[in-house]
């Protein structure tokens, strides 16, 4: 009988180092001669699964996929695309054992956030409920950090390495404009429900380098007197400060302070913009000369000043998921386990998918200083080892030399499918 063959696919909001896990997927499973066949990937997450949109990966050098170490973004397409449950959406699941059936794929890694692992949870189940055998593994990826059992998050401590720099980058900036201009700059990072990110622009302010950061977590409701009196303290004992704000902060009312009314694929509130509101509150109770940015897509596609930690542990994910499915495991997801903080160490672990879908890990209270806009010592040693060390990728005329893969199509057997 013919090995099973693999399918691979990317989702959710992509980071710098999703392709690194890609990478250890497609490397490891190479190895695996006999045990695995072809290793395809889905164009645009699950969607290349429903839709029979298959990318053939074994016609890409053994160059190419080691390149993707280093390249930022997801070179297969992601999606937001959520199953609904077997009884809300039957048919796609028929779909989905139709395609697997029909390209012989015994092997299916997912590779994304907490939506993801439900995805995968379901997919998982498809031998008790639809009597198609399928090893279904999550390779973890969120930039949000907010995975749980893992101790964190590959593509996190990249995005915490950039804020951690472009906060410590900025303050300097506005401390040298402040006598006459600028006074407060406030910077917009990602993050919903949970201030890991916002978390890490503390990091930038050391007993070495003491900066003023106001930081604003969605784990602590915003209260604008405390929040102006704060940086009215700053800035008369500075001269300036510097506010790191994350996207999902909510008033007192519990609405999201940058709500703009709308929904995205997965039925969360599109946020963005949280820095302007931020800021003109400055503006209006404080009557500071302000500047604000938005880190959006550039926090988690800056693979030019990825954490070598957070390379290292992508792609050990990866390869771990092959790992996994070759022991004959399912529905689990490999984890990050840390054995120490001083010297960092860490190891793989495994989780289970019915542990993981759906479940969002926050701040712990005790990583968030007593006033609610700072960082204790404690948040500050689980933090530093996740952005230590460079991983620089090569460079051609004085930009990162990314690759491209050729993405080539595998031919079709089944009819159309609308989704």
């Known amino acids: 009988m013919a090995a099973k063959n693999a399918f691979y696919a990317q989702s959710g909001g992509v980071t710098a180092v999703i392709n690194a896990s890609a990478a250890g997927v497609i490397e490891t499973a190479r190895q695996q001669k006999g045990k695995i066949g072809k290793i395809y990937a889905g164009r645009n997450g699950i969607i290349g699964a429903l839709t029979e949109d298959l990318i053939d990966t074994g016609k890409d050098s053994i160059a190419a996929i080691r390149a993707l170490r280093h390249t930022p973004s997801g070179a297969f397409g992601s999606c937001r695309y959520k199953l609904k449950s077997l009884e809300q959406n039957r048919r796609e699941y028929e779909r989905l054992i139709e395609v697997f059936k029909a390209h012989n794929i015994g092997y299916f890694f997912y590779n994304g956030g907490g939506d993801s692992a439900d995805t995968c949870l379901k997919v998982s189940q498809l031998a008790d409920t639809l009597g198609y055998p399928i090893q279904a593994i999550h390779v973890p990826k969120t930039v949000d950090n907010d995975l749980p059992i893992t101790d964190c998050c590959p593509g996190f401590g990249s995005v915490a390495k950039y804020i951690a720099v ?164 399912n529905s689990v997801m490999p984890t990050i386990e840390r054995l120490s903080s001083k010297p960092y160490r860490w190891k793989v672990g495994m989780a289970q998918l019915s542990k993981v879908a759906n479940v969002e890990k926050m701040m712990p209270k005790n990583f968030i200083s007593k006033d609610g806009f700072g960082i204790t010592d404690k948040c500050r040693e689980y933090l530093a080892p996740l952005i230590k060390g460079e991983d620089y990728p090569p460079y051609k005329d004085g930009l990162p030399n990314y690759v491209r893969l050729k993405n080539v199509a595998v031919a079709k057997k089944l009819s159309d499918f609308t989704i």
Not at 186 to 203: C, D, F, S
Not at 218 to 230: G, Q, T, V, Y
Request: proline content about 2%; some cysteine.
């Open 166 to 329: 472009s906060t410590l980058e900025a303050s300097f900036d506005v401390a040298s404009m402040s006598k006459t201009s600028t006074k407060v700059f406030v910077l917009e990072v990602m993050g919903r429900h949970a201030g890991w990110i916002a978390a890490a622009g503390g990091l930038a302010s050391s007993k070495d380098c003491e900066i003023p950061i106001v930081i604003l977590f969605p784990e602590i409701p915003f209260d604008r007197s405390k929040f102006l009196a704060k940086v009215d303290d700053f800035v008369k004992k500075f001269g300036y400060c510097s506010v790191v704000v994350s996207e999902g902060v909510k008033g007192e009312d519990g609405k999201f302070l940058s709500d703009q009314g709308v929904r995205d694929a997965f039925g969360h509130a599109q946020l963005g913009g949280v820095a302007p509101v931020v800021a003109n509150i400055v503006r209006d109770g404080l009557g500071l000369k302000y500047h604000w940015g938005v880190a959006d897509y550039l926090q988690r596609a800056a693979r030019h000043i990825a954490s070598k930690t957070d390379v290292e542990q992508a792609y050990a994910m990866g390869k771990a998921a092959v790992e996994f499915a070759i022991k004959g495991h």
